[in-house]
């Protein structure tokens, strides 16, 4: 096996072995918030859809990326190719989406009680549910075009240079118009909500700003040494963590897909296209990390969990004693 295809199957080796568990992790604990409070808060549930969503993601592709890398590449057919991008456009989407309802959620979140701002809050919370659906709808109408383009890689032969190598599979479009319409759609999807995340990132840090602005005067007046943050601040900063992460890995990845809509011939080599899934499944390996790190409920359960383990194992040994 050369080289190369080695460092590329360990790299997305590291992703799996980062991105499954920590997203296994989020979403377990997620289900054990529900089953003791029996309610989830609008956005837990939010990043219970987006740990979910990106679970797909990474357990999806970066396992077929192993596999393709490990010279396995010839299991998969027409069906199989066509399967496997269509499930990774669409949750790579709606990983994307997630991530802007929830900066948009939490800037909501953060204005005053009685403000117009708190009214549209409890509205979106209260058609949550129908968010979801609707995202789903729109990701998985856009994804479509996976089931037309993508075909296994023993049909390579009759491909033209309309076309994009993946390692395992091939998409290709049947003409240059197509496949740029394609790339501008996608391009389009990532952008706006992009760009509205970044706006509301940039609210919740002048909240932010303006709030320790306020501390800082109160505790000179008063003289106190009060610890300013909260609930609301706490889940604001992890958030624009979360944008900051997104807007620097795909941001790289949609420059890298513009780079591969322009250039002539994309089929001689899948270096593009290995770069570009490689960050975009990076956000959904470290996304978790910084859920666990951030949110005290997740934090909090897990810790449960680990604590709980020793205690029954110690119980069982001393029945059986």
Known sequence: ?????????????????????GNTAVILAFFLLLHKENQLLPADAIVLHLACANLLVVGVRCLLEIVASFRLASIFGDIGCKAVIFVYRTSRSLSIWLTFVLSAYQCLSIAPP???WASARALVAHYLGFVFLFLWILNTCMSSAAILFSFGRQNNSSMTNHGINVLYC???????????ANGAAQVGRDVVPMALMT???LIILVFLYK?????KGLRSSSGGSGRSGGAEQRAAKAVVVLVTLYVALYGIDN???????TVRRTMSSSLISDLRIFFSSLYAALSPLVIIVSNRK???????VVQEKPVKEKATSLSTM
Do not use: D, I
Not at 170 to 180: D, N, R
């Open 1 to 21: 096996m050369p080289s190369e295809e080695f460092v590329h199957g360990m790299l997305y080796v590291s992703l799996t072995v980062v991105g499954v568990p």
């Open 114 to 116: 009685g403000s117009r």
């Open 170 to 180: 091939y998409v290709h479009f049947p003409s240059k118009l197509s496949k740029e």
């Open 199 to 201: 706006v509301a990132s």
């Open 211 to 215: 709030h320790s602005q306020q501390v």
């Open 255 to 261: 420059g890298l897909w513009v780079y591969t809509l």
């Open 298 to 304: 997740v934090n909090g359960r897990l810790r449960c």
